[in-house]
Protein backbone atom coordinates (compact mmCIF):
# COMPACT_ATOMS: atom_id res chain seq x y z
CA UNK A 1 0.00 0.00 0.00
CA UNK A 2 1.52 3.31 -0.68
CA UNK A 3 2.28 5.62 2.14
CA UNK A 4 -0.25 7.80 1.62
CA UNK A 5 -3.48 5.51 2.21
CA UNK A 6 -1.20 4.93 5.48
CA UNK A 7 -1.86 5.78 9.12
CA UNK A 8 -0.22 9.43 9.75
CA UNK A 9 0.92 8.28 13.12
CA UNK A 10 2.69 4.98 11.49
CA UNK A 11 4.66 7.20 9.28
CA UNK A 12 6.05 9.26 12.33
CA UNK A 13 6.85 6.63 13.88
CA UNK A 14 8.92 5.08 10.80
CA UNK A 15 10.68 8.76 10.31
CA UNK A 16 11.28 8.62 14.00
CA UNK A 17 13.19 4.81 13.77
CA UNK A 18 15.12 6.29 10.40
CA UNK A 19 16.13 8.86 12.63
CA UNK A 20 17.11 7.03 15.62
CA UNK A 21 19.21 4.21 13.35
CA UNK A 22 20.70 7.84 11.49
CA UNK A 23 21.48 8.82 14.76
CA UNK A 24 23.18 5.76 16.06
CA UNK A 25 25.11 5.25 13.20
CA UNK A 26 26.24 8.72 13.41
CA UNK A 27 27.53 7.75 16.71
CA UNK A 28 29.50 4.81 15.77
CA UNK A 29 31.12 6.59 13.22
CA UNK A 30 32.23 9.50 15.59
CA UNK A 31 33.85 7.44 17.92
CA UNK A 32 35.28 5.00 15.68
CA UNK A 33 37.02 8.59 14.52
CA UNK A 34 37.74 9.75 18.04
CA UNK A 35 39.19 5.95 18.61
CA UNK A 36 41.32 6.11 15.46
CA UNK A 37 42.82 10.16 16.60
CA UNK A 38 43.35 9.17 20.20
CA UNK A 39 45.37 5.83 18.79
CA UNK A 40 47.73 7.79 16.72
CA UNK A 41 47.64 10.82 19.29
CA UNK A 42 48.78 8.09 21.39
CA UNK A 43 51.18 6.52 19.32
CA UNK A 44 52.69 9.65 18.92
CA UNK A 45 53.00 10.32 22.84
CA UNK A 46 54.79 6.98 23.13
CA UNK A 47 57.36 7.74 20.54
CA UNK A 48 58.13 10.83 22.53
CA UNK A 49 58.37 9.32 26.31
CA UNK A 50 60.45 6.09 25.12
CA UNK A 51 63.65 8.19 24.35
CA UNK A 52 62.86 10.24 27.67
CA UNK A 53 62.51 7.60 29.85
CA UNK A 54 65.70 5.79 28.30
CA UNK A 55 68.03 9.29 28.84
CA UNK A 56 66.17 9.42 32.51
CA UNK A 57 67.38 5.58 33.36
CA UNK A 58 70.63 5.71 31.55
CA UNK A 59 71.68 9.41 33.17
CA UNK A 60 69.80 8.36 36.95
CA UNK A 61 70.66 4.32 37.19
CA UNK A 62 72.92 3.61 34.36
CA UNK A 63 71.26 1.39 32.17
CA UNK A 64 68.02 2.02 29.55
CA UNK A 65 64.99 0.29 28.49
CA UNK A 66 65.85 -2.92 26.58
CA UNK A 67 65.47 -2.30 22.49
CA UNK A 68 64.18 0.89 22.92
CA UNK A 69 65.40 2.29 20.17
CA UNK A 70 64.05 -0.55 17.72
CA UNK A 71 60.66 0.34 19.61
CA UNK A 72 60.83 3.92 18.87
CA UNK A 73 61.40 2.84 14.91
CA UNK A 74 58.65 0.80 14.59
CA UNK A 75 56.26 3.25 16.73
CA UNK A 76 57.38 5.41 13.68
CA UNK A 77 56.05 2.56 11.30
CA UNK A 78 53.04 2.67 13.03
CA UNK A 79 52.36 6.41 13.21
CA UNK A 80 53.12 6.62 9.58
CA UNK A 81 51.07 3.98 8.21
CA UNK A 82 48.05 5.15 10.70
CA UNK A 83 48.73 8.25 9.88
CA UNK A 84 48.41 7.60 6.09
CA UNK A 85 44.87 6.26 6.36
CA UNK A 86 44.02 9.15 8.46
CA UNK A 87 45.03 11.40 5.63
CA UNK A 88 43.31 9.23 3.42
CA UNK A 89 39.78 9.31 5.52
CA UNK A 90 40.30 13.32 5.34
CA UNK A 91 41.39 13.11 1.86
CA UNK A 92 43.91 15.41 2.56
CA UNK A 93 46.54 12.75 0.55
CA UNK A 94 49.07 15.20 -0.75
CA UNK A 95 48.53 15.65 -4.35
CA UNK A 96 50.70 16.86 -7.58
CA UNK A 97 47.27 18.68 -9.41
CA UNK A 98 43.67 19.56 -8.87
CA UNK A 99 43.13 19.01 -12.47
CA UNK A 100 39.45 17.33 -11.22
CA UNK A 101 38.86 20.77 -9.67
CA UNK A 102 39.07 22.58 -13.16
CA UNK A 103 36.23 20.27 -14.62
CA UNK A 104 33.04 20.85 -14.06
CA UNK A 105 29.56 18.45 -14.36
CA UNK A 106 30.37 14.39 -15.09
CA UNK A 107 33.59 15.12 -16.35
CA UNK A 108 34.56 16.26 -12.90
CA UNK A 109 32.34 13.26 -11.46
CA UNK A 110 34.20 11.04 -14.29
CA UNK A 111 38.12 12.26 -13.64
CA UNK A 112 37.55 11.81 -9.50
CA UNK A 113 36.51 7.97 -9.98
CA UNK A 114 38.89 7.44 -12.26
CA UNK A 115 42.03 9.24 -10.53
CA UNK A 116 40.62 7.31 -6.95
CA UNK A 117 40.37 3.93 -8.61
CA UNK A 118 43.93 4.51 -10.12
CA UNK A 119 44.96 5.32 -6.73
CA UNK A 120 43.28 2.33 -4.92
CA UNK A 121 44.44 -0.01 -7.07
CA UNK A 122 48.18 1.39 -6.40
CA UNK A 123 47.06 0.97 -2.36
CA UNK A 124 45.71 -2.07 -2.64
CA UNK A 125 48.50 -3.48 -4.30
CA UNK A 126 50.73 -2.43 -2.19
CA UNK A 127 48.75 -4.12 0.58
CA UNK A 128 49.03 -7.31 -1.23
CA UNK A 129 52.75 -7.14 -1.79
CA UNK A 130 53.23 -6.19 2.21
CA UNK A 131 50.97 -9.41 3.03
CA UNK A 132 53.84 -11.21 0.91
CA UNK A 133 56.47 -9.23 3.54
CA UNK A 134 55.07 -10.17 6.78
CA UNK A 135 54.10 -13.87 5.49
CA UNK A 136 58.31 -14.01 4.67
CA UNK A 137 58.70 -12.47 8.58
CA UNK A 138 56.77 -14.93 9.92
CA UNK A 139 57.92 -17.75 8.60
CA UNK A 140 61.81 -16.31 9.82
CA UNK A 141 60.33 -16.31 13.53
CA UNK A 142 62.33 -12.98 14.16
CA UNK A 143 61.66 -10.94 17.86
CA UNK A 144 61.46 -7.48 17.73
CA UNK A 145 62.05 -7.18 21.61
CA UNK A 146 60.84 -9.70 24.56
CA UNK A 147 58.69 -12.09 22.44
CA UNK A 148 56.90 -9.74 20.43
CA UNK A 149 57.24 -11.30 17.00
CA UNK A 150 58.33 -8.95 14.22
CA UNK A 151 55.66 -10.01 11.67
CA UNK A 152 52.98 -8.69 14.27
CA UNK A 153 54.42 -5.19 14.11
CA UNK A 154 54.90 -5.16 10.33
CA UNK A 155 51.28 -6.50 10.23
CA UNK A 156 51.11 -2.06 10.54
CA UNK A 157 52.11 -2.07 6.59
CA UNK A 158 49.52 -4.05 4.75
CA UNK A 159 46.92 -3.10 7.70
CA UNK A 160 47.92 0.96 6.79
CA UNK A 161 47.47 0.07 2.96
CA UNK A 162 44.54 -1.64 3.13
CA UNK A 163 42.64 1.45 5.00
CA UNK A 164 44.41 3.73 2.33
CA UNK A 165 43.13 1.51 -0.31
CA UNK A 166 39.27 1.56 0.90
CA UNK A 167 39.13 5.39 1.39
CA UNK A 168 40.20 6.23 -1.50
CA UNK A 169 37.69 4.03 -3.37
CA UNK A 170 34.89 5.98 -1.09
CA UNK A 171 36.12 9.51 -2.16
CA UNK A 172 36.22 8.19 -5.36
CA UNK A 173 32.57 8.80 -5.59
CA UNK A 174 29.68 9.30 -3.42
CA UNK A 175 26.77 8.20 -5.50
CA UNK A 176 26.43 4.60 -5.42
CA UNK A 177 26.77 4.43 -9.08
CA UNK A 178 30.21 6.19 -9.23
CA UNK A 179 31.90 3.65 -6.28
CA UNK A 180 30.47 0.41 -8.28
CA UNK A 181 31.96 1.78 -11.54
CA UNK A 182 35.07 2.58 -9.26
CA UNK A 183 34.91 -1.03 -7.40
CA UNK A 184 34.99 -2.59 -11.32
CA UNK A 185 38.03 -0.59 -12.43
CA UNK A 186 40.02 -1.54 -9.37
CA UNK A 187 38.83 -5.13 -9.33
CA UNK A 188 39.80 -4.99 -13.41
CA UNK A 189 43.00 -3.64 -12.98
CA UNK A 190 44.07 -6.20 -10.20
CA UNK A 191 42.87 -8.94 -12.36
CA UNK A 192 44.85 -8.01 -15.13
CA UNK A 193 47.80 -7.50 -13.15
CA UNK A 194 47.18 -10.85 -11.69
CA UNK A 195 46.79 -12.07 -15.55
CA UNK A 196 48.49 -9.71 -17.45
CA UNK A 197 46.65 -10.70 -21.54
CA UNK A 198 50.20 -9.53 -22.67
CA UNK A 199 53.24 -9.68 -21.63
CA UNK A 200 53.81 -7.09 -18.91
CA UNK A 201 56.83 -5.66 -20.73
CA UNK A 202 54.14 -4.50 -23.34
CA UNK A 203 51.51 -3.51 -21.29
CA UNK A 204 54.19 -0.76 -18.94
CA UNK A 205 53.72 2.01 -21.57
CA UNK A 206 49.69 1.68 -21.47
CA UNK A 207 50.21 1.50 -17.68
CA UNK A 208 52.18 4.55 -17.22
CA UNK A 209 50.29 6.86 -19.58
CA UNK A 210 47.07 6.09 -17.18
CA UNK A 211 49.57 6.70 -14.19
CA UNK A 212 50.14 9.83 -15.85
CA UNK A 213 46.80 10.73 -16.72
CA UNK A 214 45.61 9.34 -12.76
CA UNK A 215 48.06 12.11 -11.17
CA UNK A 216 47.20 15.22 -13.30
CA UNK A 217 43.36 14.68 -12.13
CA UNK A 218 44.85 14.90 -8.69
CA UNK A 219 45.53 11.06 -7.63
CA UNK A 220 47.99 11.43 -4.48
CA UNK A 221 51.49 11.95 -5.06
CA UNK A 222 51.87 8.72 -2.98
CA UNK A 223 50.10 6.68 -5.76
CA UNK A 224 52.21 8.58 -8.64
CA UNK A 225 55.40 7.42 -7.10
CA UNK A 226 54.48 3.89 -5.98
CA UNK A 227 52.28 2.87 -9.36
CA UNK A 228 55.53 4.48 -10.80
CA UNK A 229 57.32 1.13 -9.00
CA UNK A 230 54.79 -1.41 -8.88
CA UNK A 231 54.69 -0.77 -12.71
CA UNK A 232 58.54 -0.75 -13.19
CA UNK A 233 58.88 -4.14 -11.15
CA UNK A 234 56.11 -5.72 -12.98
CA UNK A 235 57.43 -5.02 -15.91
CA UNK A 236 60.42 -6.56 -15.34
CA UNK A 237 59.08 -9.70 -13.52
CA UNK A 238 60.67 -8.51 -10.11
CA UNK A 239 58.46 -9.44 -7.21
CA UNK A 240 56.52 -6.73 -6.01
CA UNK A 241 57.19 -7.37 -2.39
CA UNK A 242 60.73 -5.37 -3.07
CA UNK A 243 58.41 -1.91 -2.16
CA UNK A 244 57.23 -2.68 0.93
CA UNK A 245 60.43 -4.37 1.86
CA UNK A 246 62.40 -0.43 1.30
CA UNK A 247 59.27 0.85 2.72
CA UNK A 248 60.12 -0.79 6.07
CA UNK A 249 63.57 -0.12 5.70
CA UNK A 250 63.03 3.83 5.66
CA UNK A 251 60.42 4.07 8.16
CA UNK A 252 62.55 2.16 10.63
CA UNK A 253 65.85 3.70 9.90
CA UNK A 254 67.59 4.82 13.43
CA UNK A 255 67.12 8.41 13.26
CA UNK A 256 63.55 9.17 11.30
CA UNK A 257 61.93 9.18 14.40
CA UNK A 258 63.48 12.57 14.52
CA UNK A 259 60.37 13.84 11.71
CA UNK A 260 57.64 13.10 13.58
CA UNK A 261 58.88 14.34 16.87
CA UNK A 262 60.74 17.89 15.59
CA UNK A 263 57.24 18.14 13.96
CA UNK A 264 54.82 17.72 17.20
CA UNK A 265 56.99 20.29 18.93
CA UNK A 266 56.49 22.37 15.57
CA UNK A 267 52.88 21.85 16.08
CA UNK A 268 52.60 22.85 19.62
CA UNK A 269 53.79 26.15 18.90
CA UNK A 270 51.63 26.20 16.30
CA UNK A 271 48.82 25.81 17.97
CA UNK A 272 49.61 27.36 21.62
CA UNK A 273 50.69 31.24 21.56
CA UNK A 274 54.02 31.30 20.32
CA UNK A 275 53.56 33.08 16.53
CA UNK A 276 52.03 35.95 18.63
CA UNK A 277 54.84 36.09 21.27
CA UNK A 278 57.85 35.61 18.36
CA UNK A 279 56.17 38.57 16.17
CA UNK A 280 55.67 40.70 19.15
CA UNK A 281 59.67 40.01 19.95
CA UNK A 282 61.12 40.23 16.42
CA UNK A 283 58.62 43.62 15.93
CA UNK A 284 59.95 44.94 19.14
CA UNK A 285 64.14 44.30 17.83
CA UNK A 286 64.29 45.25 14.69
CA UNK A 287 60.30 47.01 13.58
CA UNK A 288 62.28 50.33 14.21
CA UNK A 289 64.39 50.49 11.32
CA UNK A 290 63.94 51.28 8.03
CA UNK A 291 61.85 48.18 6.70
CA UNK A 292 62.01 46.77 10.17
CA UNK A 293 58.73 45.02 9.74
CA UNK A 294 59.47 42.94 7.11
CA UNK A 295 62.83 42.38 8.05
CA UNK A 296 60.94 41.47 11.74
CA UNK A 297 58.12 38.78 9.84
CA UNK A 298 61.33 37.38 7.71
CA UNK A 299 63.04 36.52 11.42
CA UNK A 300 60.12 35.40 12.80
CA UNK A 301 59.22 33.20 9.45
CA UNK A 302 62.80 31.71 9.81
CA UNK A 303 62.68 31.01 13.63
CA UNK A 304 59.39 29.20 12.73
CA UNK A 305 59.87 27.09 9.96
CA UNK A 306 63.20 25.57 11.44
CA UNK A 307 60.96 23.51 13.47
CA UNK A 308 57.80 22.81 11.35
CA UNK A 309 60.36 21.73 8.40
CA UNK A 310 58.29 23.88 5.84
CA UNK A 311 55.65 21.65 5.44
CA UNK A 312 53.24 25.27 5.23
CA UNK A 313 52.63 25.52 8.87
CA UNK A 314 54.20 28.67 9.23
CA UNK A 315 52.18 30.88 6.43
CA UNK A 316 48.95 29.43 8.02
CA UNK A 317 50.38 30.22 11.64
CA UNK A 318 51.80 33.19 10.77
CA UNK A 319 50.05 35.19 8.20
CA UNK A 320 47.18 36.39 9.39
CA UNK A 321 49.48 37.66 12.10
CA UNK A 322 52.19 39.24 9.75
CA UNK A 323 49.83 40.59 7.13
CA UNK A 324 48.45 43.38 8.94
CA UNK A 325 51.54 44.02 10.40
CA UNK A 326 53.12 44.78 7.29
CA UNK A 327 50.11 46.80 5.88
CA UNK A 328 50.59 48.99 9.04
CA UNK A 329 53.84 49.55 7.87
CA UNK A 330 53.06 51.04 4.55
CA UNK A 331 54.14 47.42 2.65
CA UNK A 332 52.24 47.18 -0.48
CA UNK A 333 49.97 44.06 -0.68
CA UNK A 334 51.63 42.81 -3.04
CA UNK A 335 55.09 43.23 -2.12
CA UNK A 336 53.96 41.97 1.71
CA UNK A 337 52.06 38.73 -0.11
CA UNK A 338 55.12 37.69 -2.08
CA UNK A 339 57.20 38.03 1.58
CA UNK A 340 55.31 36.14 3.44
CA UNK A 341 54.68 33.17 0.54
CA UNK A 342 58.11 33.11 0.57
CA UNK A 343 58.93 33.34 4.18
CA UNK A 344 57.21 29.82 4.38
CA UNK A 345 60.54 28.42 2.94
CA UNK A 346 63.15 30.72 5.03
CA UNK A 347 64.57 28.93 7.77
CA UNK A 348 64.63 25.36 5.88
CA UNK A 349 68.37 25.36 6.32
CA UNK A 350 68.87 25.66 10.40
CA UNK A 351 68.19 23.05 12.77
CA UNK A 352 65.71 21.15 13.45
CA UNK A 353 64.41 21.26 9.76
CA UNK A 354 62.99 18.34 8.72
CA UNK A 355 63.73 18.11 5.35
CA UNK A 356 68.03 18.19 5.91
CA UNK A 357 67.50 15.38 8.79
CA UNK A 358 65.92 12.99 5.74
CA UNK A 359 68.23 14.66 3.06
CA UNK A 360 71.36 13.30 5.72
CA UNK A 361 69.36 9.60 6.47
CA UNK A 362 68.92 9.17 1.77
CA UNK A 363 72.24 10.67 1.25
CA UNK A 364 74.38 9.08 3.70
CA UNK A 365 75.99 12.29 5.01
CA UNK A 366 76.41 12.70 8.51
CA UNK A 367 73.47 15.07 10.14
CA UNK A 368 75.27 17.21 12.38
CA UNK A 369 77.38 18.07 9.66
CA UNK A 370 74.69 19.00 7.45
CA UNK A 371 73.87 21.44 9.65
CA UNK A 372 76.54 23.35 10.37
CA UNK A 373 76.85 23.47 6.47
CA UNK A 374 73.64 25.16 6.12
CA UNK A 375 74.33 27.58 8.91
CA UNK A 376 75.98 30.73 6.72
CA UNK A 377 73.88 29.62 3.76
CA UNK A 378 71.27 29.96 5.53
CA UNK A 379 71.91 33.46 7.67
CA UNK A 380 72.70 34.64 3.87
CA UNK A 381 69.28 33.59 2.44
CA UNK A 382 67.99 35.44 5.53
CA UNK A 383 69.79 38.68 4.68
CA UNK A 384 68.65 38.54 1.05
CA UNK A 385 65.41 38.36 1.56
CA UNK A 386 65.45 40.75 4.93
CA UNK A 387 67.13 43.08 2.73
CA UNK A 388 65.04 43.17 -0.41
CA UNK A 389 61.90 43.43 2.15
CA UNK A 390 63.70 46.92 3.95
CA UNK A 391 63.91 48.11 0.80
CA UNK A 392 60.16 47.52 -0.27
CA UNK A 393 58.97 48.84 2.56
CA UNK A 394 57.13 52.20 2.61
CA UNK A 395 59.09 55.09 5.30
CA UNK A 396 57.92 55.12 8.59
CA UNK A 397 57.73 58.56 10.53
CA UNK A 398 60.84 58.91 13.31
CA UNK A 399 58.30 58.76 15.88
CA UNK A 400 57.85 55.11 14.73
CA UNK A 401 61.30 54.56 14.22
CA UNK A 402 62.57 54.60 17.76
CA UNK A 403 63.76 51.49 19.42
CA UNK A 404 61.59 50.93 23.11
CA UNK A 405 64.23 49.31 25.04
CA UNK A 406 60.99 48.72 27.68
CA UNK A 407 58.92 47.03 25.01
CA UNK A 408 61.60 44.98 23.42
CA UNK A 409 63.22 43.53 27.14
CA UNK A 410 59.02 42.71 27.89
CA UNK A 411 58.59 40.80 24.68
CA UNK A 412 61.55 38.80 25.17
CA UNK A 413 60.66 37.89 28.84
CA UNK A 414 57.56 36.89 27.58
CA UNK A 415 58.76 34.29 24.94
CA UNK A 416 61.54 33.72 26.85
CA UNK A 417 60.38 29.75 27.25
CA UNK A 418 60.11 29.97 23.52
CA UNK A 419 63.21 31.89 22.47
CA UNK A 420 65.63 28.81 24.90
CA UNK A 421 64.00 26.23 22.54
CA UNK A 422 67.03 26.49 19.92
CA UNK A 423 69.14 25.86 22.61
CA UNK A 424 67.54 22.38 23.92
CA UNK A 425 68.14 21.44 20.41
CA UNK A 426 71.60 22.50 20.32
CA UNK A 427 72.57 21.16 23.40
CA UNK A 428 71.18 18.19 23.12
CA UNK A 429 72.42 17.42 19.48
CA UNK A 430 76.09 18.72 20.84
CA UNK A 431 76.39 18.25 24.09
CA UNK A 432 77.14 14.72 24.09
CA UNK A 433 74.30 13.18 26.42
CA UNK A 434 71.28 12.84 23.94
CA UNK A 435 71.24 11.29 20.30
CA UNK A 436 68.99 13.01 17.61
CA UNK A 437 66.47 11.14 18.37
CA UNK A 438 66.58 11.86 22.10
CA UNK A 439 66.92 15.41 21.42
CA UNK A 440 63.68 15.31 18.99
CA UNK A 441 61.62 13.76 21.52
CA UNK A 442 63.15 16.60 24.68
CA UNK A 443 62.14 19.30 22.11
CA UNK A 444 59.03 17.97 21.65
CA UNK A 445 58.44 17.31 25.35
CA UNK A 446 59.90 20.70 25.76
CA UNK A 447 57.38 22.57 23.52
CA UNK A 448 54.49 20.71 24.80
CA UNK A 449 54.74 21.64 28.76
CA UNK A 450 55.24 25.05 27.49
CA UNK A 451 52.50 26.00 25.51
CA UNK A 452 50.32 24.09 28.04
CA UNK A 453 51.46 24.28 31.45
CA UNK A 454 53.92 27.32 31.36
CA UNK A 455 51.42 29.48 28.81
CA UNK A 456 48.53 27.49 28.68
CA UNK A 457 47.77 28.14 25.43
CA UNK A 458 47.33 24.45 24.71
CA UNK A 459 44.13 23.28 26.34
CA UNK A 460 45.01 19.61 27.07
CA UNK A 461 40.55 19.10 26.65
CA UNK A 462 39.96 21.02 23.38
CA UNK A 463 43.18 21.23 21.79
CA UNK A 464 45.86 18.45 22.30
CA UNK A 465 43.89 15.34 20.31
CA UNK A 466 43.29 17.55 17.69
CA UNK A 467 46.85 18.89 17.67
CA UNK A 468 48.71 15.86 17.69
CA UNK A 469 45.66 14.19 15.28
CA UNK A 470 47.12 17.16 12.67
CA UNK A 471 50.77 16.21 13.34
CA UNK A 472 50.45 12.67 12.79
CA UNK A 473 48.11 13.39 9.59
CA UNK A 474 51.34 15.11 8.22
CA UNK A 475 53.86 13.06 8.84
CA UNK A 476 51.55 9.89 7.60
CA UNK A 477 50.93 11.90 4.33
CA UNK A 478 54.80 12.76 4.09
CA UNK A 479 56.01 9.07 5.44
CA UNK A 480 53.56 7.13 3.03
CA UNK A 481 55.06 8.99 0.06
CA UNK A 482 58.82 8.21 1.08
CA UNK A 483 58.40 4.75 1.59
CA UNK A 484 56.89 3.77 -2.15
CA UNK A 485 59.18 6.80 -3.23
CA UNK A 486 62.15 4.51 -1.92
CA UNK A 487 60.83 1.80 -3.75
CA UNK A 488 60.96 3.69 -7.07
CA UNK A 489 64.80 4.73 -6.17
CA UNK A 490 65.69 0.93 -5.62
CA UNK A 491 64.83 -0.07 -9.28
CA UNK A 492 66.24 2.76 -9.93
CA UNK A 493 69.53 1.72 -7.97
CA UNK A 494 68.96 -1.93 -9.38
CA UNK A 495 68.97 -0.34 -12.91
CA UNK A 496 71.92 1.00 -12.43
CA UNK A 497 70.31 4.64 -13.71
CA UNK A 498 72.83 6.60 -11.09
CA UNK A 499 76.14 5.03 -12.08
CA UNK A 500 75.08 5.38 -15.38
CA UNK A 501 73.96 9.21 -15.39
CA UNK A 502 77.16 10.05 -13.36
CA UNK A 503 79.28 8.16 -16.71
CA UNK A 504 77.02 10.12 -18.82
CA UNK A 505 77.51 13.47 -17.02
CA UNK A 506 81.03 13.38 -16.77
CA UNK A 507 81.28 12.33 -20.28
CA UNK A 508 79.52 15.27 -21.41
CA UNK A 509 80.59 18.06 -18.89
CA UNK A 510 84.16 18.35 -18.18
CA UNK A 511 83.83 21.58 -15.42
CA UNK A 512 82.98 20.94 -12.16
CA UNK A 513 81.67 24.83 -12.34
CA UNK A 514 79.62 23.91 -15.63
CA UNK A 515 78.10 20.85 -13.74
CA UNK A 516 77.02 23.10 -10.72
CA UNK A 517 74.88 24.99 -12.90
CA UNK A 518 73.28 22.45 -14.68
CA UNK A 519 72.79 20.81 -11.99
CA UNK A 520 71.33 24.29 -10.38
CA UNK A 521 68.79 24.00 -13.38
CA UNK A 522 67.88 20.56 -13.01
CA UNK A 523 67.00 20.96 -9.32
CA UNK A 524 64.90 24.10 -10.24
CA UNK A 525 63.02 22.30 -12.48
CA UNK A 526 62.72 19.04 -10.36
CA UNK A 527 61.29 21.93 -7.55
CA UNK A 528 58.80 22.50 -10.82
CA UNK A 529 57.61 19.14 -10.14
CA UNK A 530 57.84 17.35 -7.06
CA UNK A 531 57.78 18.54 -3.50
CA UNK A 532 60.66 18.43 -1.36
CA UNK A 533 60.57 15.28 0.29
CA UNK A 534 59.82 12.98 -2.52
CA UNK A 535 62.18 14.72 -4.53
CA UNK A 536 65.00 14.01 -1.89
CA UNK A 537 64.26 10.29 -2.04
CA UNK A 538 64.34 10.14 -5.60
CA UNK A 539 66.72 12.69 -6.59
CA UNK A 540 69.60 12.31 -4.09
CA UNK A 541 70.68 8.85 -4.58
CA UNK A 542 70.88 10.29 -8.39
CA UNK A 543 73.01 13.05 -7.97
CA UNK A 544 75.39 11.60 -5.18
CA UNK A 545 77.45 9.41 -7.47
CA UNK A 546 77.27 12.81 -9.53
CA UNK A 547 78.79 14.88 -6.71
CA UNK A 548 81.60 12.32 -5.95
CA UNK A 549 82.70 12.27 -9.71
CA UNK A 550 83.11 16.01 -9.98
CA UNK A 551 84.89 16.02 -6.09
CA UNK A 552 82.37 18.12 -4.51
CA UNK A 553 82.28 17.90 -0.92
CA UNK A 554 79.21 15.68 0.38
CA UNK A 555 77.60 18.15 2.63
CA UNK A 556 78.13 21.45 -0.02
CA UNK A 557 76.36 19.26 -2.44
CA UNK A 558 73.46 18.43 -0.35
CA UNK A 559 73.07 22.21 1.25
CA UNK A 560 73.20 23.00 -2.62
CA UNK A 561 70.53 20.47 -3.15
CA UNK A 562 67.82 21.83 0.09
CA UNK A 563 68.57 25.81 -1.08
CA UNK A 564 67.47 24.54 -4.36
CA UNK A 565 64.39 22.86 -2.94
CA UNK A 566 63.69 25.87 -0.87
CA UNK A 567 63.13 27.59 -4.22
CA UNK A 568 61.19 24.61 -5.32
CA UNK A 569 58.60 25.97 -2.67
CA UNK A 570 57.89 29.16 -4.45
CA UNK A 571 58.24 28.02 -8.24
CA UNK A 572 55.14 27.02 -10.30
CA UNK A 573 53.12 24.94 -10.93
CA UNK A 574 53.29 23.05 -7.90
CA UNK A 575 55.07 25.18 -5.18
CA UNK A 576 53.54 23.90 -2.26
CA UNK A 577 53.74 27.29 -0.50
CA UNK A 578 51.87 29.34 -3.35
CA UNK A 579 48.72 27.32 -2.98
CA UNK A 580 48.88 27.72 0.71
CA UNK A 581 49.08 31.18 0.40
CA UNK A 582 46.46 31.60 -2.32
CA UNK A 583 44.40 29.37 0.67
CA UNK A 584 45.56 31.66 3.70
CA UNK A 585 45.07 34.92 2.08
CA UNK A 586 42.04 34.32 -0.13
CA UNK A 587 44.20 35.80 -3.28
CA UNK A 588 44.11 34.09 -7.00
CA UNK A 589 46.64 31.79 -7.60
CA UNK A 590 47.80 33.97 -10.76
CA UNK A 591 48.17 36.68 -8.14
CA UNK A 592 50.20 34.98 -6.01
CA UNK A 593 52.42 34.05 -8.77
CA UNK A 594 53.19 37.45 -9.68
CA UNK A 595 53.92 38.93 -6.12
CA UNK A 596 56.21 35.82 -5.40
CA UNK A 597 58.41 36.46 -8.45
CA UNK A 598 60.68 39.27 -7.07
CA UNK A 599 61.53 37.08 -4.21
CA UNK A 600 62.01 34.06 -5.99
CA UNK A 601 65.00 35.80 -8.05
CA UNK A 602 66.49 37.60 -5.16
CA UNK A 603 66.63 33.96 -3.27
CA UNK A 604 67.47 32.51 -6.61
CA UNK A 605 71.06 34.90 -6.42
CA UNK A 606 71.55 33.42 -2.92
CA UNK A 607 71.29 29.65 -4.15
CA UNK A 608 73.83 30.67 -6.85
CA UNK A 609 76.25 32.50 -4.20
CA UNK A 610 76.03 29.38 -1.92
CA UNK A 611 76.58 27.32 -5.16
CA UNK A 612 80.04 28.74 -6.14
CA UNK A 613 81.29 29.65 -2.65
CA UNK A 614 81.86 26.31 -1.09
CA UNK A 615 83.79 27.50 1.81
CA UNK A 616 80.26 29.47 2.56
CA UNK A 617 78.88 25.64 3.57
CA UNK A 618 82.31 24.14 4.39
CA UNK A 619 83.94 26.39 6.69
CA UNK A 620 81.69 25.80 9.87
CA UNK A 621 82.04 21.45 9.46
CA UNK A 622 85.83 21.76 8.79
CA UNK A 623 86.87 23.99 11.65
CA UNK A 624 84.44 22.68 13.98
CA UNK A 625 85.35 19.06 12.61
CA UNK A 626 88.55 19.19 13.77
Same mark, same amino acid.
Request: proline share 6%; net charge positive; with cysteine.
Given at each position: ??????D??? #???G??????R???R?????????T?N???????A??????????A???????????????????????????G??????A??LS????A???????R??A? #??????A?????L??????Q??????AG??L??????????????????AM?A????????????????????????L???A????????????????????T????????AL????? #????????????????????????????????T?????????????????V????????????A????????F?T???G???????????????? &?LA???????SL?L?????????????????I?Y?????T???????G??L?G??????????G???????S???R????R??????????????????????????F?T???????????? %??????????????????H??T??????????????????????????????RA?T??????????V?? &????? %??????????IF?????????????????? #????????????N??????????G??L???S??F????L?????????????????????? %????????P?W???
Amino acid at each position: MSSIWKDPHE #ILAGTGVRRTRERRRAGWRRAALLTENGLLSLLLAAMAVVPIAEIALRTTLGFGIPGSSSIVQHLTLAVGMLGGAVAAREARLLSLSTGATLLTGGARSAAR #IFSGSVAATVAALLCAASVQLVLTERAGGKLLVGRVPLWAVEAMLPLGFAMVAWRLLRHASYSRIGRAVSVFLVALSLYVVARPPLSPGVLVVPAFAGLFLATALGAPVFAALGGAAL #ILFWGEGVPIASIPVETYRLVVSPTLPTIPLFTLAGYFFAEGGASKRLVRVFQALAGWVRGGPAIAAVLVCAFFTSFTGASGVTILALGGLLMPV &LLAARCSEKHSLGLLTAGGSLGLLFPPSLPVILYGIVAHTPIDRMFLGGFLPGVLMLLLAGSWGSLQAGGISAAERRFDPREAWAAVRDAKWELLLPIVVLVGLYGGFATLVEAAALTALYA %FVVEAFVYRDLKLKDDLLHTMTECGVLVGGVLLILGVALGFTSYLVDAEVPARAATWVQGAIDSPLVFL &LALNL %FLLAVGCLMDIFSAIVVVAPLIVPMGEAFG #IDPVHLGIIFLANMELGYLTPPVGMNLFLSSYRFDKPLLEVYRAVVPMLLVLLAGVLVITY %FPALTTALPDWLGR
